[in-house]
């Protein structure tokens, strides 16, 4: 069975410090791909970045970098440069390619709190 | 463009209500999804579209009643819900890998 581990509940960052925030994950599936989504208050879940299990590099977009050790089943998410509203909820998770659809499995999520 | 719409961003009910969410996308996505998500939790998928036929229903209450009419919008019929139905409801759409969110319904049953 997927699991998705994120063992830190709670996290603070000073603004604009870095921050690493934990992922680690189960499945037997030799092809599956990885997100971070980020959700604020307001709760819309916004995606953040993907790692495909054969993508050779580690995927990065703006601020986030996703640091993939397959080997060790983690994906960390780094955040540079912390703003303020980086403060949310940031969730990672797992996808499964189904026939003609993505089934996605979430962690429990850690709550980012950035101090001014 | 990657914007899912959903309405209405708020929804309070009573028990003995019928009332509908919907939501829409114009990306050309062929999948689409429901998710209800209870406070300090992540989302928990309920229902699968895939070509505008259901795929998946996670063993969600008969009282939630999904619709697709069209490629682009997927309804949820609700019924005779109970208080603890009471949440946040995510609809998603996905063509390749990347799942995109709506900005949530949240819905209240008194």
């Known amino acids: 069975a997927q699991k998705i581990t994120q063992t830190q509940p709670g996290m603070f960052v000073q603004e604009k410090e870095a921050v690493t925030l934990d992922c680690t994950y189960d499945?037997?599936?030799?092809?599956?791909?990885l997100f971070w989504y980020k959700q604020p208050s307001s709760g819309e879940m916004i995606f953040l970045i993907y790692q495909g299990s054969y993508d050779q590099q580690n995927a990065t977009e703006g601020r986030y970098s996703l640091n993939f050790q397959k080997a060790r089943k983690s994906a960390n998410l780094v955040i540079s440069a912390s703003q303020l509203g980086d403060s949310a909820m940031y969730f990672c998770?797992?996808?499964?390619?189904?026939?003609?659809?993505?089934?996605?499995?979430f962690g429990p999520g850690t709550s980012l709190s950035v101090i001014p | 463009d990657t914007e899912v719409t959903q309405t209405p961003k708020h929804l309070v009910m009573g028990m003995t209500n019928k009332k509908s969410l919907k939501c829409e996308q114009h990306?050309?996505?062929?999948?689409m999804y429901w998710y209800k998500q209870k406070a300090k939790k992540p989302p928990e998928l309920m229902f699968v579209?895939?070509?505008?036929?259901?795929?998946i229903n996670e063993s969600v209450p008969s009282r939630f009643s999904p619709e697709c009419p069209n490629s682009s919008l997927l309804n949820l019929h609700l019924h005779a819900l109970q208080p603890e139905d009471s949440a946040l409801y995510l609809c998603?759409?996905?063509?390749?890998?990347?799942?995109?969110f709506g900005p949530g319904t949240r819905l209240t049953v008194l």
């Open positions: 579209y895939s070509y505008e036929k259901l795929s």
């Open positions: 998770a797992m996808r499964r390619r189904e026939t003609s659809y993505d089934k996605v499995i």
């Open positions: 998603a759409s996905s063509q390749d890998y990347t799942q995109y």
């Open positions: 990306m050309g996505h062929r999948a």
């Open positions: 499945t037997s599936d030799p092809s599956y791909g």
